[in-house]
């Protein structure tokens, strides 16, 4: 039995052969298991060192031929949109009655005067005011994030602000006195995208994790934040969706002789696309 494996030792070859795109590690990961029993396949300084039968040296430098190409360059583009509307609408009734020594009265006659007004007053100066007021706002932003990449390789962007947040933190002395401190503390509020693309002729896969981060102005800044984890498969040329986010709601509140009621939408998605450069 041990006589084939001395004769096949006795015909191994040894060969360097230098790589021009790829690096030695990927390669030497994709060729190990495609040497004969007995050889062996190893990189240094960008050099493959292959010692195996010459009919197996030639099926590995078949191989190589395909796998050692310059990788395809390609533009990746992250587009996320949030969008929003919301709806609300307030009523109510208000009004004062006096007769001899008795005055009624619900609400305030003298409520804003936006909206729908109706009021009616008498000669004994008895008022009644109905107020009725609708609003609606929407929301929209936005944002596309760019990079260029190479086959096989990872890639990241990121771009935002350092936005100053108020904090107050207070500490008891060994005494029993209480220190109260105000600082400030910097919160990144950055957005972009990591991605590693890979190809096979025309499909691209992608591993990839976009983040978009929005800072509500105010005193007290409220960050909104929206992050996807996943790995998606397209076409090249194409917008490719990762993920998205439809939520409704409604408020509903009623009290005497007044009403509110509010409703909303928003909707939220990521699409991600690869162009090769030539």
């Known amino acids: 039995m041990c006589l084939p494996l001395l004769a096949q030792a006795g015909d191994m070859t040894l060969e360097i052969i230098p790589l021009k795109h790829r690096m030695t590690d990927d390669v030497v990961d994709i060729l190990r298991p495609m040497v004969v029993p007995g050889g062996t396949v190893t990189g240094m300084n960008n050099q493959l060192i292959i010692r195996t039968t010459p009919e197996n040296l030639a099926e590995i430098k078949t191989i190589l031929e395909s796998l050692d190409h310059s990788p395809r360059r390609l533009m990746i583009s992250v587009k996320q949109d949030v969008g929003g509307q919301i709806q609300s609408r307030e009523q109510s009734v208000s009004g004062r009655y006096t007769t001899g020594d008795v005055t009624a009265g619900a609400g305030d006659t003298r409520g804003s005067r936006d909206g729908l007004v109706i009021s009616g007053r008498d000669t004994d ?42 904090n107050r933190t207070g500490y008891v002395t060994p005494d029993g006195g209480i220190v109260i401190s105000d600082g400030v503390e910097y919160v990144d509020a950055d957005s972009g995208f990591y991605v590693m693309p890979r190809l096979s002729g025309n499909q691209v896969t992608l591993l990839i994790a976009p983040k978009l981060t929005r800072v509500s102005p105010g005193k007290a800044p409220v960050f909104d934040v929206q992050n996807v984890e996943t790995t998606a498969t397209g076409q090249l040329g194409e917008w490719i969706e990762l993920g998205g986010l439809n939520q409704q709601f409604s408020d509903n509140n009623r009290r005497n002789l007044s009403s509110s009621s509010a409703r909303g939408s928003e909707l939220r998605s990521i699409y991600v696309k690869v162009v090769e450069i030539e």
């Open 125 to 166: 100066g008895n008022v009644i005011r109905y107020h009725a007021q609708d609003s609606t706002s929407t929301t929209s932003d936005k944002s596309t994030y760019t990079v260029q990449a190479t086959e096989g390789y990872p890639a990241y962007i990121r771009t935002g602000q350092s936005v100053p947040v108020q």
